[in-house]
């Protein structure tokens, strides 16, 4: 079987930063061209993790139709959290290897883990507004054209699909789905030279929250002692 591997070009420049984009691709001598959306994202608060799922739609639109199925893999986005500029969160993934590309509307969704450290940035970023998410997929296009050849075609990285959640339904919503309204916040004023019961029991405070800000909610709640 003959495999090739092309990397498209960026054939009209610059970064489309839009909340609908359209893919232009050349696979197999046809030009092909594939819409995306972000029509919903939602939160899924039965996983391990909460996690935030973005629901993409892809629907396939060319002037020239390639031969065989096309199917995308190896599909994931770099999710970033807009302010005035750029910070990314994570990445958001997907379970299934293939994913195969129609003519009519597909969705792909992919899934963000959410701990309460990625929480409390996300929520300093937003600082009071709405939450405004940026998605860079990444990933290629199978096309099987025939029994003896198999096309691997890169995604370009040139397309940016933006969704913005109203603060309050991120508020109301969305943080509460989250759990992140469950954190109570206990402030203890640092004494200059703590002695005895009081010094251990701060510094097992310290490594509570240390280890809850990164998501070991067992044990931090398991490191703070009862102190007489």
């Known amino acids: 079987m003959k495999i090739l591997y092309k990397i498209p070009c960026n054939l009209k ?4 930063i839009v909340d609908n ?21 939602s939160v899924n608060p039965d996983a391990m993790y909460p996690n935030l799922e973005f629901h993409i739609s892809l629907q396939l639109s060319q002037s020239q139709s390639p031969q065989g199925h096309l ?22 993934s997907t379970d299934k290897p293939f994913i195969e ?7 792909l969704t992919l899934s963000l883990d959410m701990d309460h450290l990625r929480l ?3 929520e300093r970023l937003r600082g009071g507004g709405d939450a405004k998410f940026q998605l860079i997929l990444n990933g290629a296009i199978i096309s099987h054209p025939s029994r003896r050849t198999l096309t ?25 789905n989250l759990h992140f309204k469950d954190v109570w916040l206990l402030e203890v004023p640092t004494l200059e030279a703590p002695v ?5 029991a701060l510094e097992h405070l310290q490594t509570a929250w240390k280890k809850f800000e990164m998501g070991e909610y067992d044990c931090g709640a398991y490191q703070v002692p009862q102190v007489p």
């Open 152 to 176: 691997v075609t890169a995604l370009p990285h040139d397309h940016l699909l933006n969704y913005r959640i109203a603060k309050s339904d991120w508020v109301e919503q969305y943080l509460k």
């Open 13 to 16: 420049g610059g970064v489309k």
């Open 196 to 200: 005895g019961d009081m010094k251990v």
């Open 120 to 122: 409390k940035h996300i």
């Open 101 to 107: 590309i129609q003519s009519q509307e597909s969705m």
């Open 71 to 92: 199917y995308l893999t190896n599909i994931y986005a770099i999710v970033k959290i807009l302010d005035n500029r750029q910070h990314i969160v994570g990445r958001a």
């Open 21 to 41: 984009a359209e893919m232009e691709l050349n696979i197999d001598g046809s030009i092909v061209k594939l819409d995306l959306a972000i029509r919903e994202v």
